[in-house]
């Protein structure tokens, strides 16, 4: 078993372990706790947070310590955080249960930025879009396949038992994990911490291509924590459909980037990076003017096609803004940029669902709706009118040594 299939193994287990925490979690606080909405919303911070939090520690640690220890050291915490989760579900203990989906979100944080910069150094610049697309893969899988199968069976076992199967998939990626080969470590570096994060922000806005992926991320994500603040009024006011269908809508959601993540495994090395990178957000542009389009009588499929139209476009251009990054950023920096560029992402994410919900209940859902429009034609104008739409292949990126 070669190093990316180690990785990919350790992706497996990270992300299904993740991937039930952020759909179960609101539901075993109901059945296992009998907990308030107030509280729900307590513990679902308790796992977003992490990423706010973690990342920018996190990525000078990536910058600074050697990755084999640095993934070790989260499949642990997300072993320990999965194994507290259990037992805590179990007897009833919802402040261990609280603290167990912190620590266990801060073993996803760092398994993440840790596998962005190994990528590099297990592939060149013609093979690292398909080496991105294999690790992605993982993560797209789980995130159809777990919202389903734990909507099915969260009524038929019990609460702890769900996060017993979050237990395997940490013990999957602690095995992955050990396996991986030591990788040379980063030249120490005696600069303070906050200089070394303003080193990398600043390379980040000083970027032409880091910058644009940077805005092109925040107003996508920005559009889409929105659009699912904003969702449940859509469909109950405007659709009129069954509150239900949101469920399969975000299943539609995971199939999609399913299926873009395939297609790019497949073509990502043999297409312009630019295709990808355009297509990502036009197509989510194209996907949200089409929720204007449905209304009362419509059938559900045509908002279940948005969904997938949503996850499908974005996923290729996850992988292809990935790739970038790696190859354009100096590789003692590159954990620094990475957790710069995350911690924006998940920062704007709660602004994102508060802007959708106020919009909605202020002005109505179709309000809602029309930001949700205009923040994905943001995004997508970043891409359009910057060096993104030239870049013709990932070998024409040159690989940074140092930065100055």
């Keep these: 078993m070669n190093t990316l299939s180690r990785l990919t193994g350790a992706a497996y287990g990270t992300h299904l372990a993740d991937q039930i925490a952020l759909v179960a979690v609101p539901l075993v606080a109901v059945l296992a706790f009998d907990a308030s909405p107030q509280l729900i919303g307590v513990l679902v911070a308790c796992q977003s947070s992490a990423h706010l939090v973690g990342s920018i520690p996190f990525g000078i640690l990536v910058d600074q310590v050697r990755l084999r220890r640095l993934m070790m050291a989260s499949a642990l915490l997300l072993f320990v955080g999965a194994a507290v989760a259990t037992a805590s579900a179990l007897f009833g203990a919802v402040a261990g249960f609280g603290a167990s989906i912190a620590l266990a979100g801060f073993g996803t944080v760092l398994f993440s930025l840790t596998a962005l910069s190994i990528v590099p150094r297990v592939a060149d610049s013609v093979s690292i879009a398909s080496a991105n697309a294999a690790i992605e893969m993982p993560r797209a899988l789980c995130s159809f396949a777990v919202p389903l199968t734990v909507g099915l069976a969260i009524s038929g076992v019990p609460a702890w038992a769900i996060f017993a199967t ?42 032409s291509l880091l910058l644009p992926i940077s805005l092109c991320s925040i107003f996508w994500n920005l559009a889409f924590s929105a659009l699912i603040a904003a969702l449940v009024p859509v469909i109950q006011t405007v659709y009129r459909f069954d509150p239900g269908v949101f469920g399969i809508a975000l299943a539609a959601f995971g199939s999609g980037a399913f299926a873009g993540t395939s297609l790019a495994r497949r073509i990502a090395d043999k297409i312009p990076p630019k295709h990808a990178l355009l297509f990502g957000p036009g197509s989510s542009a194209g996907a949200a003017a089409c929720l204007l389009l449905i ?65 909605a209940g202020t002005f109505g859902p179709q309000s809602a709706l029309a930001f949700v429009i205009a923040s994905f034609a943001a995004s997508f104008a970043v891409s359009l009118l910057s060096g993104l739409r030239r870049v013709e292949s990932y070998a024409s990126l040159e690989r940074p040594t140092a930065y100055c």
């Excluded at 570096?189 to 080193?199: A, K, N």
């Excluded at 920096?333 to 990475?338: D, S, T, Y």
């Design 166 to 207: 979050a237990l395997l998939g940490a013990g999957l990626s602690l095995i992955c994990t050990i396996s991986l080969p030591e990788f040379e470590a980063t030249p120490k570096t005696t600069l303070p911490v906050l200089t070394r994060i303003l080193d990398g922000g600043r390379y980040v806005i000083g970027h």
């Design 295 to 359: 209304g009362e009588g419509t059938p559900t499929a045509a908002l279940y096609i948005s969904f997938f139209v949503l996850g499908f476009g974005p996923s290729m251009w996850l992988i292809a803004q990935n790739s970038v990054r790696q190859l354009v950023s100096p590789p003692e920096m590159l954990g620094r940029i990475n957790a710069v560029i995350q911690t924006a992402i998940y920062g704007v994410r709660p602004l994102g669902a508060v802007l959708g919900g106020l919009i």
